[in-house]
């Protein structure tokens, strides 16, 4: 049973628990709508493609780098062996060698030349090749991580928008909830918190038309004749949820 309780407040203070309640009840509103912005989700989805977009990103382009030096080395590689084959043809076009083994062995080491120069020819194309796709998805990538970029600041920028419009309404919340707790009994109030903190939020309820509008549940018959017995300035709770009831003329008493 919970019924009345010790504490005794004046009718017009009880009534103005029910508008403390309101204050609370707006508030916790407010700080969900907060808390559930829709951008919320945006943000956090939006910086986990950035960051894997990033991760990304660097990757490639430490494949470019990679790439980049080794095309500059197969081109420091095949430099030095061009330069020979061309001073090896100009040693035979000079007639310079004469003895037949000799320009033989030259004529060999010349076409062995080209077929090196052939091979490392090939493979530095190769390397150009691959550089060209990774450089493209470098492109691809860094313009992805830009549109990602511009999104989640727009996205911010609405966050935060709505941000400071709620916190501009849990401000005045809270001063309308100063303002009544400076007129409001301490023990009314700390009765009311107590309440409210193992309720769900909800410490105070108005009997309207003989139900609680906290759990929406009727009075039967006895329960409606106590609180109708009980004095004005008698501080009672409801006997199906123990809220502190109030009550007013549309409680049907």
């Known amino acids: 049973m919970h019924g009345g309780s010790d504490i005794k407040a004046d009718p017009v203070d009880q009534r103005r628990l029910l508008d403390l309640q309101a204050v609370d009840t707006e508030t916790a509103r407010l700080q969900h709508r907060r808390r559930s912005l829709p951008e919320h989700v945006d943000i956090a989805q939006s910086k986990q493609q950035r960051l894997a977009v ?3 990103l660097v990757e490639n382009e430490t494949l470019v780098s990679d790439l980049e030096r080794a095309q500059r080395k197969a081109e420091a590689d095949l430099e030095p062996v061009r330069q020979r084959r061309v001073r090896d043809q100009e040693r035979i076009d ?12 030259l004529i060999d080491e010349v076409e062995h030349l080209g077929r090196r120069i052939g091979e490392l020819e090939d493979a530095e194309l190769e390397l150009m090749g691959k550089l060209e796709e990774v450089q493209a998805v470098v492109q691809r990538l860094s313009a992805k991580k830009a549109e990602l970029e511009t999104q989640l600041r727009s996205w911010m920028a609405s966050r935060d928008k709505q941000v400071a419009s709620l916190d501009t309404e849990l401000k005045a919340q809270a001063e ?18 107590k309440v409210r903190n193992s309720h769900d939020g909800f410490g105070a309820a108005e009997l309207q038309h003989g139900r609680c509008s906290g759990c929406r549940l009727d009075a039967n018959a006895a329960d409606l004749r106590a609180y109708a017995a009980a004095p004005a300035d008698q501080v009672i709770r409801c006997e199906e949820c123990g809220r502190i009831l109030v009550r007013t003329e549309n409680s049907g008493l």
Do not use: I
């Open 54 to 56: 990033m991760e990304e």
């Open 94 to 105: 000079g007639g310079a060698v004469t003895d037949p083994k000799q320009l033989s062995a």
């Open 176 to 193: 309308e909830r100063e303002g009544l707790l400076a007129v409001l009994p301490p023990d009314l109030v700390a009765s009311y918190e």
